[in-house]
């Protein structure tokens, strides 16, 4: 008999995730404060509870996408939440980009009450979500994992177990750095080509296939020729990952300066009002700096 499935958090990404189980045929049960969200995917077929501790008393495996660490811990260990409606033998798989700690703390927690928790965060944002070709990156057990890949590979195209509970999320931070490094490396330099006269267009053509093309250049440098920074994925969330990047290397005894100035970048932003525009926006910070904007040639 196929399990059934809770999904708790139905956001830019969550949602998709969402209606790529359903149409794989599962028995799914959502919940979220957003109560549209919950409708919208309710409409094609989901059933919805209440509570996190409802979702987890009516299903087998208990998927969760929230924004950071606290949300996660509130939903599955607060009032209410997901550990109180769980059964001896329930899975939760968070599939939030939390700090590894905050994974390793709810899985211990769990675990006192034999629920069983992989981490699963994901890379490729709402595109992917939609698509069903997430990269997700699992940190747990060899058994649970296997019990669960059916289910993650409805929502992705790579899922890869990468060591014990909290190794997920370490990946993920790893994943973070680079993207994070490589949107401001792609901005610096296009800046400066588009200041000194060349086309950004006619650059980005030129140098897209030899080393320094990447999936964030293919993805980000349309963006940026179309001043469109419509999220995607958020500065802010960029924000709360590298926090989580900096926190994580600080306690190993890690020094990350890269990591360090593009987290100021991104604080800048902010502080700009732009939180809420996608990451491919670290461009206007460059550009601001030297009054150049890189853009489509009319
Ligand atoms: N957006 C992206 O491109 C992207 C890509 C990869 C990974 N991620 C990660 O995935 C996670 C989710 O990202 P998102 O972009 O979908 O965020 P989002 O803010 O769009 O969605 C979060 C959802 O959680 C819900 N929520 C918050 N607190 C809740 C609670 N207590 N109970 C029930 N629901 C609650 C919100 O209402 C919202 O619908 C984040 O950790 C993010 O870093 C996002």
New binding site residues.
């Given amino acids: 008999m196929s399990k059934k499935i809770g999904f ?8 998709p995730m969402s209606k790529n189980l359903l149409k794989a045929g599962y028995d799914l049960t959502v ?4 109560t549209a ?1 919950v409708a919208e995917v309710v409409a094609l077929g989901a059933k919805s509870a209440a509570t ?1 501790k409802d979702v987890a008393a009516q299903t087998d495996i208990v998927i969760t ?4 660490s606290p ?1 996660v811990k ?2 599955v260990l ?1 009032a209410n939440g997901v550990a109180e409606g769980a059964k001896p033998g329930t899975i939760v798989v968070d ?4 700090a590894p700690q905050a994974a390793q703390e709810v899985a211990q927690a769990l675990a006192a009450k034999g629920v069983k928790m992989i981490d699963a ?6 595109p992917k ?1 939609i698509d069903a070709t ?1 990269s997700i990156m699992v940190g747990g057990d060899a058994a649970v994992f296997a019990e669960c890949e059916p289910i993650l590979k409805c929502m992705g195209a790579s899922v890869v177990l990468v060591g014990d509970v909290g190794a997920g999320n370490v990946t ?1 931070l790893a994943n973070q750095i680079v993207v994070a490094l490589n949107i401001a490396a792609v901005s610096e330099a296009f800046v400066l080509a588009t200041k000194a006269g060349v086309d950004p267009e006619a650059v980005f053509n030129a140098i897209k296939g030899g080393l320094a093309g990447s999936t964030v250049m293919n993805a980000k440098v349309p963006m940026m020729l179309d001043g469109n920074f419509k ?4 500065i802010e ?2 924000i ?2 590298l926090q989580n990047a900096l926190d994580t290397a600080h306690a190993l005894n890690v020094a990350t300066p890269l990591t360090a100035n593009v987290m100021e970048t991104l604080q800048a932003l902010k502080c700009d009002d732009m939180g809420a525009c996608d990451h491919s926006a670290i461009v206007r910070f460059y550009e601001k700096l030297a009054k150049t904007e890189v853009r489509r040639k009319a």
Avoid: W, Y
């Fill in positions: 708790i958090g139905l956001g830019i990404m969550g949602k919940c979220d404060i957003n969200a996190p996408m929230l924004p950071n949300q509130t939903v607060g599939m939030s980009s939390i965060p994901v890379s490729g944002g709402e979500a997430l993920k999220p995607g994925f958020r969330l960029h709360k990952d």
